[in-house]
């Protein structure tokens, strides 16, 4: 079972928000967003690398949670509304260490897409900045990386590690006419708050120097973000010419913020009550914040829809959706929802390219070479292909699954000692998924599964590469859903490999049943 389902707030005096859900797989409820008249969110456990990252939808007028997927992804970044569809940035994908990673939905279809430009191991999170998409993401270097244009990705800004070190840059605002960036870096003693023009950076005038800033709020003219020096964490706001520090709720830790275009929001943990661990606060006239609410699980993340303020928590037991009635109406400027477009048909495939597309596959997967440096040279010739989204690029893909593949085992980002073949079909079966078209074989997702790392961290195995591609192809018939139902069913699967199972079958039947596998086994008797 994903939880129970509680109600929601209906009485703007009650003493605290009322639980509108409870997750009982992962401690973490985060990433909050309104989109569609209804609020978004992810369950996973964002303070480990757990492999699962389930995103759901709650409707506040019809109390209702619905499971919608399952991500690729260890966890996600902060989410944005963009050119009407909301997009979920991969924050630590599974898939590799190297390209951006994101996925795309309208509320019902679902994309996997890649940015190909730069140097990626974290998208933290995706804005808009003059128009565009923007992701700010992290590995040896900070870096910002902006959409000039369908699927075409350019990396605007580096930002330099210290020696021995490395950067990031993790949130992305617009203020007026900048972009305005939050940076990450231990070892670099500066502030991290700057704005870009081009590749250019300008620090914001009285910005304190702290080892990370995050959480970047646009509130009415201003812009207020968390300077964190791991031993404090001020609140500072920038209205446009110089930096003031905003005064925070004696020992409470402030954890994340949101605007709702007529109030700005705060929720806090208290470290000296164990009984109340969280507070929500509104920030007054006389720059002040005021308390509202007490709630007794620590809060990670805030949005707001329709009057209300929603607040995601993270506890052992299961972290809660919980709501809160202000009686306000939101006055942010929403966007006409879009559709995602329809993938290509494979019907009338262009066999000569399907064969130069095999060809210059079996070179790829034959070079020793191919998986050296942590499958560098694979990972970048795969996910980065320009055929990449076509139906002949996806035939190419299901056809290179056949070759017989012979090498030394490699060696991955974990440690791990992996058989070349297994490594090569990972990262041709991911692909394939990214693709959206072509197909798996269905008898691989029940293959015996070696997980030499069962809770977390990165695992290639063919099997769990294949349970994901299913859902992303679509490939609905009876004898993958069969596969997909047997695999459920067994016991020593790890909690996050059943996620991927729960995903794919979603995908692939439009069924709601998350982690109930008894009601799964039921719908698929009466098929």
Not at 42 to 62: M, T
Not at 109 to 135: E, I, T
Not at 336 to 348: I, Q
Not at 394 to 417: H, Y
Request: hydrophobic fraction near 40%; glycine fraction near 8%; proline fraction near 4%.
């Amino acid at each position: 079972m994903v939880g129970s389902i509680l109600g929601c707030a209906t009485n703007s005096q009650a003493q605290q928000p009322e639980r509108a859900a409870v997750f009982e797989q992962w401690p973490g409820v985060s990433q909050l967003i309104a989109y569609r008249d209804r609020i978004w969110l992810v369950n996973s456990d964002p303070f480990k690398d757990n492999n699962s990252a389930d995103v759901y939808s709650y409707s506040i007028e019809g109390k209702t949670l619905r499971y919608e997927r399952s991500l690729f992804s260890q966890d996600v970044g902060a989410p944005v509304v963009y050119n009407g569809l909301l997009h979920w940035p991969f924050e630590d994908p599974r898939r590799s260490a190297g390209s951006g990673e994101y996925a795309v939905t309208d509320g019902t279809h679902w994309q996997w897409d890649v940015m190909r430009s730069g140097s990626v191991m974290h998208v933290h999170a995706m804005n808009v900045c003059d128009g565009d998409l923007v992701a700010a993401t992290g590995h040896g270097q900070g870096q910002l990386h902006r959409l000039e244009e369908t699927d075409s990705w350019e990396l605007q800004y580096d930002y330099p590690a210290a020696e021995s070190s490395f950067s990031r840059i993790v949130s992305v605002m617009q203020l007026g006419d900048d972009c305005i960036v939050g940076a990450s870096a231990s070892g670099k003693n500066e502030a991290k708050m700057f704005a870009l023009s081009g590749d250019k950076r300008s620090p914001l005038a009285g910005w304190p120097n702290s080892d990370r800033v995050d959480n970047l709020t646009r509130h009415r003219q201003s812009l207020f973000a968390f300077a964190d020096t791991g031993r404090a964490r001020q609140l500072i706001r920038y209205d446009g010419v110089k930096s003031h520090e905003v005064a925070l709720p004696e020992n409470h830790r402030p954890r994340a913020m949101h605007s709702d275009g007529l109030n700005l929001w705060l929720v806090t943990h208290n470290r000296s009550s164990e009984s109340k661990a969280g507070g929500l606060w509104m920030y007054s006239a006389n720059h002040r914040f005021v308390l509202q609410r007490q709630f007794s699980q620590i809060p990670i993340s805030l949005t707001s829809l329709d009057g209300h303020v929603a607040i995601g928590t993270y506890a052992n037991s299961g972290g809660e959706l919980l709501l809160f009635d202000v009686g306000a109406w939101r006055t942010t400027d929403e966007v006409d929802a879009a559709l995602l477009h329809a993938k290509p048909s494979s019907r009338d495939l262009d066999s000569a390219l399907v064969d130069s597309l095999f060809s210059e596959l079996q070179k790829i997967v034959m070079n020793p070479q191919s998986t050296d440096n942590y499958a560098r040279l694979l990972r970048r010739n795969l996910g980065r292909h320009p055929e990449l989204k076509t139906p002949e690029f996806g035939a190419a893909l299901t056809r290179a699954l056949t070759l017989s593949i012979e090498g030394e085992p490699s060696t991955m980002f974990t440690g791990q000692s992996i058989r070349r073949q297994d490594l090569i079909r990972w990262f041709l079966i991911t692909t394939l998924a990214m693709n959206g078209n072509g197909r798996i074989d269905p008898e691989w997702i029940n293959a015996k599964t070696e997980l030499l790392v069962p809770d977390s961290a990165k695992v290639f195995d063919p099997s769990v590469a294949s349970i994901v591609a299913t859902g992303w192809l679509e490939q609905s018939d009876s004898e993958t859903l069969g596969a997909l139902i047997t695999r459920l069913n067994r016991t020593d699967d790890p909690l996050w490999l059943k996620a991927d199972v729960v995903g794919a079958l979603t995908a692939l039947t439009d069924q709601r049943f998350a982690y109930d596998v008894n009601a799964w086994n039921r719908w698929w008797e009466l098929q």
